[in-house]
Structures are given as structure tokens and as C-alpha cells.
């Protein structure tokens, strides 16, 4: 499910009676002499009784002894099967990790395999994630490294031994017993929160810091980089490791957008079509960081992921998916705004095509209305600046009468009928000139100088 939790299962264990947790593949018969590596951690449990030759135990370890399990010494009796004795070493699991895809499956609450179906997760969500439930398989035993690049990892609840423990003060119960540190290993501490998705627009995984290590893991394990994709420019899904042909769809959503009502609601009307039998989809809330000017933000937004793979090849890689979410944009432009839809960016990589291409709906009107009068806004401004600056543009300039224009002017211009002029010798006093007394208020004698007489100004 999408917004409720997601019950995954760890698949590897270290059971005494798995033939693959020995180096001979079988588990040790009576003439054999089982050795336990003794600087080697290790918890393992025994469903039945066994007879042996000898056994090495480990420094640090412990058997764990179901109902009726026992080890018996050899009498030196026939044994069936088991003509000649041999060392059988059990097999070192410190590289089991958490991290690792391949080592984790989808199940159902009582713990059976989950069927398989058109909706897949991407890599990153293979693993546990935040609002999910760990189940390891009853009368089992195990290590898991749990080597992280966040300190915490959180989950809602661990299952162990049959026992689920979904609150903080149980799981810290079960931390403080003895079989706890043979189990995990590793710098990342395990957290149960006991709590599901709050949201019901979902919930991001939080695998994001863990996505090389996750990748790192899958591509081991596969023994081989990422296959070639079919289609030239395949499309790099948030939280996959391999490109891909088909399509993704990008939705920005509203308060009212619910991810498990989409979900079903996209597999009833059409991944159950039957022309879209071999289409598979992955839709999931994710985190995409903001780019501005292709400089990346440590800020990320949240949307709705959808992508679209199909089991053709050839040419033919990716056109089903394609039409699948032609069909997605085509009934988010009719229901979007009643399911929460505000927009939706769709991008396609098939083998018919050279490179994918890129379509973007708004859903709202009110959104198409602002977006095409923000640019018919910016086109008006581009257009007065580029004609101000030909000079086929000008802008009258404004006066305003201000009382101390004439007080900043530092050449007013005298009035026609001053007498004055320009004279090297200016500002020197007359010698005769009485410095005591003021000059009149109403003189309209700019320059002093003494070859000019004041008095013939006077009126």
C-alpha cells in the first residue's frame, strides 16, 4: 500500500539446517566435523536434532535450540547418506546487509509471499522504508549488517521470532538482551516508531541518503553495471539505479490529493486494460531537489513520481508505457483539479525514439491564467526597455517645484538687467569699501569689484 505500511521480509538466515550456510552446500551429517569460525559473530538456530563427529564453537555466538533439537556425539554406527566424513565450515554472514535489494521481499501481514502484479517499486523503496514493518521469518535465525549514511534508521515495526515489537520501550527492551547484538552490526542504529504515514498524500521513503549504498548492493549483487536500455536517451526515475525506457509523470499535488485512491483508482481504469498487460508502475511520494539557473538547492519539493516500464524490446521498448501515460495526462486534464491534480509533467524514452520528449500541463486554469499573464507582463516590460534603449522610445522628465531647487543651483543665471561680469579679480573688496556695513537685501550685484560703483544700480 501506498500511505498504509508496507510489511517486507528478510530473506537470508542462519539456520543450522540451510544447506547454502555451509561451505560443502548440506548440512553436516555424523561423521563430519563442524567448525565455527572463532572470531566470527554468529546466531544459529537448530529446528532439529543432529548427530556429529565433533564441533568448534565460536568466541562470541549462540545455538538457539528449538523444541526437540539436540546435538548427539557419533557412536560410529552406519549413517545413511553420510559414508564418508569430511570439515563442514559454516558460511561467514557479516556481508548480509541491510542495504541490499536483493535480500529483502514484499509479503502480506501474516507473513506469505505478496503476489506478484502491475505495481513495482523502485530501487531505492525495495528497501524498508520509514513507515514500513520488518518481518524476519519465525524459528529463523540471522545477522544483518545495518552500515548506514544516516545515523537513525527509522521503521515502524521489527518482527522477531514470531514477536512484533511496535513501540519504542519493547524494541528497547529486546536491543538490551542477549540475542540483539549477534543480529545487527553495523553504525546505524535501528529506531521503531510504531507509527504509520501521517499523510494520506504519502509519505517519502527517507532510503534518499542510502541511494548509492542501495546501488552500490543491487549492482554487485547482479554482478554486472546496468544493462544497455533499448531506447537512446533512457529516463533516470528519483530512487532507481538503471535507466529506463518508457515514461514518468511528475504531479505537483493539492491538500485533497490521496496517493492510495490514485493508485487504485489507475489500476481499475487502466493498468487492467488488457492492452496494458505487460506495462508495470511504480508511483510513490518523492523529494526532487530545486534547481534555479542549473545551480542545485540543498531545498528539495515534494510531488508524486509515476513510472511507467513494459516488457517490450526492440524498437517496440517503452511505446506501451507511453500510450499508458498518454492516457494518465489525458484524464488528469479532465479529473485533475477534483483528485488534487495541480499539474503534471510527463517525459517518454522508447526505442522508436532518438531522444524522449517533455510535456507540461498545468491542470488549473487559474494556474494557466497567472503563468501567461506573468509572461505577457515580462514580453510588455522586455519590449519598453529594448525600444527606451534604440532610442525609439523616450519618457518626458518630471519637475517638481520644490522650494530648494534655487538654494542647490550653484550658477543661477543673472537677470537681464544685472551689470555684472566675469573679472579675474573677483570677490576683492573696493579699498574704500566699508566692511562694517551690510550689503543691501535688495542689491542685485552678483561680483564685487573695484571698478564698479554699486550706486549705479539703484533705481
Known amino acids: 500500500a501506498a500511505t498504509a505500511a508496507v510489511y517486507k521480509q528478510w530473506i537470508p538466515n542462519t539456520n543450522f539446517e540451510t544447506a ?34 565433533d564441533m568448534y564453537l565460536p568466541l562470541n555466538g549462540e545455538l538457539v535450540l528449538a523444541a526437540g533439537a539436540a546435538f548427539t556425539a557419533f557412536d560410529g554406527s552406519w ?18 546487509a541491510w542495504f541490499d535489494p536483493t535480500l529483502w521481499q514484499d509479503v502480506l501481514p501474516s507473513g506469505e509471499l505478496k503476489p506478484s502484479g502491475p505495481i513495482f ?34 521503521l515502524r515495526s521489527i518482527s522477531v521470532m514470531g514477536q512484533e515489537l511496535n513501540t519504542p520501550s519493547s524494541w528497547a527492551g529486546y536491543l538490551g538482551g542477549p540475542s540483539a547484538p549477534l543480529q545487527f552490526h553495523g553504525n546505524g542504529t535501528l529506531q521503531v516508531t510504531g507509527t504509520g504515514c501521517p499523510d ?29 536500455p533499448a531506447c537512446q536517451s533512457p529516463l533516470q ?48 511520494k518523492v523529494h526532487k531537489a530545486q534547481t534555479f539557473l542549473g545551480i542545485t538547492s540543498r531545498s528539495t ?32 486534464a479532465q479529473h485533475g483539479e477534483a483528485l488534487g491534480i495541480s499539474s503534471s509533467k510527463m517525459e517518454v524514452a522508447t526505442g522508436s525514439t532518438a531522444s524522449g520528449h517533455v510535456e507540461i500541463r498545468p491542470v488549473s486554469r487559474i494556474t494557466v ?65 566699508d566692511l562694517g556695513e551690510e550689503t543691501p537685501k535688495d542689491l542685485q550685484v552678483f561680483y564685487l569689484n573695484p ?9
Open 301 to 332: 519539493t515534494p510531488l508524486i513520481q509515476i513510472v511507467l516500464i513494459d516488457d517490450r524490446a526492440g524498437v517496440q521498448a517503452g511505446t506501451a508505457a507511453e500510450q499508458l501515460a498518454a492516457d494518465i495526462m489525458e484524464s488528469i
Open 451 to 459: 571698478l564698479y560703483d554699486a550706486s549705479e544700480t539703484e533705481t
Open 20 to 53: 547454502s550456510n555451509w561451505d560443502k552446500g548440506r548440512v553436516p551429517c555424523a561423521r563430519d566435523v563442524v567448525h565455527f569460525e572463532k572470531d566470527k559473530v554468529v546466531s544459529v538456530f537448530v529446528r532439529s536434532p543432529h548427530v556429529l563427529t
Open 121 to 154: 517499486s523502485v530501487d531505492e523503496e525495495r528497501v524498508p522504508c520509514h513507515y514500513d514493518d520488518v518481518i524476519f521469518q519465525p524459528r529463523t535465525s540471522f545477522r544483518v549488517n545495518t552500515d548506514s549514511s544516516q545515523p537513525v534508521i527509522h
Open 369 to 433: 491564467g497567472t503563468v501567461m499573464g506573468l509572461l505577457f507582463s515580462l514580453l510588455l516590460l522586455g519590449g519598453i526597455l529594448f525600444l527606451y534603449r534604440r532610442g525609439k522610445l523616450r519618457f518626458p522628465a518630471l519637475h517638481l517645484p520644490w522650494s530648494w531647487d534655487r538654494l542647490e543651483d550653484p550658477a543661477s543665471p543673472a537677470p537681464a538687467s544685472d551689470k555684472g561680469f566675469d573679472n579675474p579679480m573677483f570677490n576683492v573688496k573696493p579699498p574704500n569699501a
Open 200 to 228: 494520506k498524500s504519502g509519505c517519502a521513503c527517507g532510503n534518499a541518503l542510502d541511494g548509492p549504498r542501495i546501488c552500490a548492493a543491487l549492482l554487485r549483487a547482479s554482478g554486472r553495471p546496468c544493462p544497455e
Open 237 to 284: 526515475p528519483l530512487g532507481h539505479c538503471c535507466g529506463v525506457c518508457g515514461a514518468t509523470i511528475n504531479l505537483d499535488f493539492t491538500p485533497d490529493f490521496d496517493l492510495q485512491k490514485y493508485q487504485d483508482r489507475l489500476v481499475q481504469e487502466l493498468l487492467s486494460q488488457p492492452k496494458y498487460s505487460g506495462v508495470q508502475m511504480a508511483i510513490s
Open 79 to 96: 549413517d545413511p547418506g553420510c559414508d564418508s566424513g569430511g570439515t563442514v565450515r559454516f558460511a561467514d554472514a557479516e556481508h548480509h
